[in-house]
């Protein structure tokens, strides 16, 4: 997209993991984002609804989603090895 001008923006769903794998994601999408080179990273953090086959599986102890402190520590994570900082520096005016 890049050689044709495109920009665009990626996110990062904090927290969707689970505890299981919070690091290696963390660590996993930083480094895609390395090799993407996108003009802003967003961040968002992983709701489990009701009615959701995730929030089941959390239900019956498949799946642990993260507290706000270990979504804060997978943000840190990933910011640490992503080697380009990005910032929105646009307004909602």
């Given at each position: 997209m890049e050689?044709?001008?495109i920009q665009y923006w990626v996110?990062?769903?904090n927290g969707?993991?689970?505890?299981?794998?919070?690091?290696?994601?963390?660590v996993n999408?930083?480094?895609i984002f390395n090799q993407l080179k996108p003009m802003l990273v967003g961040t968002g953090g992983?709701?489990?609804?009701?009615?959701t086959p995730l929030l089941e599986e959390a239900e019956r102890g498949e799946f642990?989603?993260?507290?706000?402190k270990?979504?804060?520590e997978e943000l840190r994570t990933s910011l640490a090895v992503q080697t380009q900082r990005y910032a929105d520096l646009s307004s909602n005016r």
């Open positions: 050689e044709v001008g996110t990062f769903l969707v993991a689970g505890c299981e794998h919070s690091h290696e994601h963390a999408s930083a480094k992983l709701t489990l609804f009701s009615g642990t989603p993260l507290t706000e270990e979504m804060l």
